[in-house]
Structure formats: structure tokens, C-alpha cells
């Protein structure tokens, strides 16, 4: 409901009077209602009652958050890294990295270098004075920069050639100046298959430059370029979206680098036949001349249309196997298999918030870029500064516990989470997994995922706009923002727990 949860609006004994108890759920109300509140509660409150009961459908109650135009969204890993990384314009070159079909880690990191904020060797130069050790993993002759490790530098250049060739990708702009502007002027890849490679490329380049860089493994440009084509594949489903010749939909890879184009026309076909149009003409049998000229699909069999499915993407998860599109699975990929860890329930439990609970979960991993982390990728500097109390760099432990401007903020939160005083992420999350939660659960638990969301954003604020809130200022809004997080969902969860959430 607009205005709170029940218990808020009208006595507990006049709740119960009606046949309910603490434990009831909103659809026990919206049922035993017919249509009308209880007469003795709108004469109460008749403002906050108002409003017509809710329609009950068949899907499970969903919630919603604050999205990027600060409209409710149903949670999804885009919005949870636009939250994350910062704001997300809404400019004409987002459809071409959040595409319908994306692979969510491909596309966050080509949003991100389209941005040019990934932390490259530049980048790093120009935060810290000691730039002597920076060098491309690759090639060892220049610092890395956004344009040179993912166009200018040999290693890339190879894998680029091999890519534009497969999917006949030519005529793509080599510089981040010039593809930006091509993204603008509404000039971005079409072709699914194109969309995927450009990000899928960014994506490989980035992960390889990272590994040669942190764990010293190299692959050679080949190794990664068949990583690349192996993650642009298609599932056919009616076969009317997919491009017969350019699409790779056959193991074998596209039929366009295969077959000559004079042996397509003479199969009555054309550059623009769609995999139906070819499958259903084909009669379960590849034409012979094709045969010859690709042994491999003797072996093939004619896929077969499936027209209750669309044509879809797939991608390789985190296991290598081929899977279906899903947010579910993305969200896996991206943040990895966390069900087994002890401290999951803390992260993600019934109704979490999904930005604080994200936020959390990378702290928990230490996966936030602190200071410290930023210092492996920079060495000797002196110039970073905890943002909170100006005192030293910044770690994760000394961030979110040893700062004395966290402890003031936690001084307060401890109260609401009913938590004792500890020291430091081990101390805390093992204690956490043991805590007895008791009632309140729920909002104890976004209490602690709020104070590190907040804690979070109020040293990126600092460092990056300038601006500050003192402790107080900041556990107010922290508080405000639980309580109406609280009211939103009052009217989806459980009466009782809500009503319990609120007092
Ligand atoms: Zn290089
Ligand atoms: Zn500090």
C-alpha cells in the first residue's frame, strides 16, 4: 500500500478483529476482502484506504527498485552495474552493447571501455606519479591505453584480422574516438553475430591483457580468437531470424566462408535466405555440391525448425556448456556460484536489495577497487588517500572497520542490526553466519548490507564529485532509505513481517 504497511495505518486489534493475525498473508486479505476494505478501517483511515484493493495475478510477488531514471524496475544485472559503475546515459549507442540477446560480462566490460573507465595502464599513470614499471603485457613497447590494447597493439590486430574475416566485419572504425562516433550516428554493427564480436572481442582482449598481467598465463592471439567464435553461436528455433550465410548456426561455422556464393544462387538461394527459407527447401538433405565442397556436413544432419521457438543465442556459461539467454544465468556468470558459500543467506535472502546486497557481495569477495587493490596494478604510489578520514590508503578492512568515520556510521547501525561490536570482514561474516536473527530479519539484514552499500558511496562521492556527508547525515539517509524500501514492499510481503519490519 501507498501508506505503509497496515500496522502503521490502523490498530492490531482492529487487524485481528477481522479474522487476521500477524502471520497473514496479503493475499488472505485481498480474498477474504471481496474487493472492499473492512468498513471499520476505512472509517478509521478513510485517506489511506482509498485506494482499491490490489488484483491478485499468478505471478510471485516481485521487488521492485529504484532504476537508473529513478522509476521502479524489476531488478536486473544491467541495472545493478549501471548502480554499481555510475550512471547510464540513455544514449543512441547503448542498443548496440545492451542488445536483445547480449551476454551481460561481454557487454559490461564494452560498456565500460566504451566509457574508457576501465583501469588501464594510462589510467593508472595518471592517478600515481611512478609510471616506470607500466608497459602492454603484449607487446612491451608502450604503456596500455583503451586505443592501443584493444586496436593498436600487434596482439590485437591479429585477433581483429581473424575476426573481421570470419564474420565479414569489415569496415568497423579501429579507434574508441571514431567508434563512439559511429554508435551515435546510429552506424553500429546490426548483425547480432557483429554486436556479439565486438564485445566479445573487448571482453577477451581485457580478460587475456588481465591474466598475462595478475596470473602470467599467455595465450597466443589464435587460442583466444576460437574463444571468441566458440561464444558467438545460434540455437535455431523457426529459423526466421537467422541469416542462413552469415550466421554461424551449424558447427561446421558459417556457410559464407565455406561455399562459394555462385553455389548458394545455384541452389536457388540468395544472400539474404533465412535459415528457414533454407531448412524447409532442403528436404532433410544438404545440396551434393555443398558435399563436396564441405565433407563435414555429410556428417551434419539438417537441423530441424522448431516453429514454437524463436532463434536464440547461446553462450557458454561458466561450465563450457552451451545455455539459453537467462538473467539467472548471467547473474551466476557474472558474480560466480555462490550458493555453497556460508555467508549466502546474509547476501541474498527473501526481498534483498539488489544494489546493496551486490555491493556487499563484491566486499565480502573483496572484489571492490579499493585503494590496496589499485596499489597491485600501480606500485609506489604515495598519492592515495582514504577519502573518509584522509589518514591512509584505503583497503577493505580498513574502509568498511578501521576508518573512524565507518565506525561512527556502524555505532550506529550495530543498534538496528542487533549486532555486538567486532573488528574487521573475518570477525564479522563469521559471526554473522552463526547470528541468531530472530524477528526483524529482514530489515536487520538490509541494514547491513545498506551501512556497506553507503559506506561505499560515500567514499566514491568524496573521491570522484567532491561532495560529503558526515556520519550522521549519512546513517539518516541510510535509515530513510530502509524505511521506505520497507513501506514499497509492504503491500507484496508478508503482512507480518512488514508490520514486524516497521516497529
Ligand atoms: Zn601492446
Ligand atoms: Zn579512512
Not at 591474466?211 to 571468441?228: K, M
Not at 567514499?459 to 560529503?468: H, I, Q, V
Amino acid at each position: 500500500m501507498e501508506a505503509g504497511p497496515i500496522s502503521s495505518i490502523i490498530p492490531y486489534r482492529r487487524f485481528t478483529r477481522e479474522g487476521f493475525h500477524v502471520n497473514s498473508l496479503v493475499r488472505d486479505l485481498v480474498v477474504a476482502c471481496e474487493d472492499i476494505w473492512p468498513e471499520a478501517w476505512t472509517m478509521l483511515n478513510p485517506i489511506a484506504f482509498s485506494h482499491p484493493l490490489p488484483t491478485l495475478t499468478d505471478a510471485d510477488d516481485v521487488i521492485c527498485w529504484k532504476g537508473m531514471q529513478g522509476d521502479e524496475v524489476v531488478f536486473s544485472v544491467r541495472e545493478a552495474c549501471c548502480s554499481m559503475v555510475g550512471t547510464c546515459p540513455s544514449v543512441t549507442w547503448t542498443k548496440y552493447v545492451w542488445f536483445k540477446g547480449h551476454i551481460p560480462k561481454l557487454s559490461f566490460c564494452l560498456w565500460t571501455a566504451c566509457h574508457g573507465k576501465l583501469p588501464t595502464q594510462d589510467r593508472i599513470a595518471s592517478w600515481c606519479s611512478n609510471q616506470a614499471d607500466l608497459c602492454c603485457v603484449f607487446c612491451n613497447n608502450c604503456m596500455d591505453s583503451h586505443d592501443h590494447l584493444f586496436f593498436d597493439c600487434i596482439y590485437s590486430k591479429d585477433v581483429w584480422r581473424r575476426l573481421k574475416k570470419e564474420y565479414d566485419f569489415y569496415g568497423f572504425p579501429e579507434r574508441w574516438s571514431v567508434i563512439m562516433v559511429y554508435l551515435n550516428d546510429n552506424r553500429g554493427p546490426k548483425k547480432k553475430s557483429h554486436r556479439l564480436a565486438l564485445s566479445s572481442a573487448v571482453y577477451h582482449i581485457w580478460k587475456e591483457r588481465n591474466r598475462r598481467l595478475f596470473q602470467r598465463i599467455t595465450q597466443p592471439p589464435i587460442v583466444l580468437y576460437n574463444q571468441i567464435r566458440d561464444q558467438i553461436d545460434l540455437q535455431v528455433g523457426d529459423g526466421i531470424s537467422t541469416n542462413a550465410w552469415e550466421d554461424k548456426w551449424l558447427s561446421v561455422g558459417n556457410l559464407s566462408s565455406l561455399i562459394p556464393y555462385r553455389l548458394i544462387r545455384a541452389a536457388g538461394f540468395t544472400k539474404e535466405s533465412t535459415v528457414s527459407e533454407v531448412i524447409s527447401s532442403l528436404d532433410s538433405n544438404w545440396p551434393q555440391a555443398w558435399v563436396i565442397r564441405v565433407p563435414d556436413l555429410a556428417e551434419l544432419i539438417v537441423p530441424q525448425l522448431n516453429i514454437l521457438e524463436k532463434d536464440q543465442v547461446m553462450w557458454l556459461d561458466n561450465n563450457q556448456t552451451l545455455t539459453s539467454f537467462k538473467v539467472g544465468e548471467a547473474w551466476k556468470t557474472l558474480v560466480g556460484d555462490m550458493e555453497d558459500a556460508p555467508w549466502y543467506g546474509i547476501c541474498w535472502f527473501k526481498q534483498y536489495i539488489p544494489k546493496y546486497s551486490f555491493c556487499l557481495w563484491l566486499a565480502i569477495l573483496n572484489r571492490l577497487p579499493t585503494q590496496d587493490r589499485m596499489l597491485r596494478w600501480a606500485p609506489q604510489s604515495d598519492q592515495l588517500l582514504c577519502s573518509l578520514c584522509e589518514r591512509s590508503i584505503d583497503s577493505r578492512d580498513h574502509l568498511f572497520f578501521d576508518c573512524h568515520y565507518s565506525s561512527s556510521v556502524w555505532e550506529k547501525s550495530r543498534n538496528e542490526i542487533g549486532l555486538d561490536h567486532y573488528q574487521g570482514w573475518e570477525e564479522i561474516l563469521h559471526n554473522l553466519i552463526h547470528h541468531r536473527w530472530g524477528s526483524n530479519a529482514v530489515r536487520k539484514k538490509m541494514f547491513f548490507a545498506a551501512t556497506v552499500y553507503f559506506i561505499w558511496q560515500e567514499r566514491n562521492r568524496r573521491l570522484f564529485d567532491g561532495r560529503k556527508r558526515n556520519p550522521q547525515q549519512l546513517f539518516n539517509e541510510l535509515k530513510a532509505s530502509i524505511h521506505m524500501k520497507c513501506l514499497s514492499i509492504g503491500s507484496t510481503m508478508d503482512v507480518g513481517e512488514s508490520s514486524r519490519s516497521t516497529t
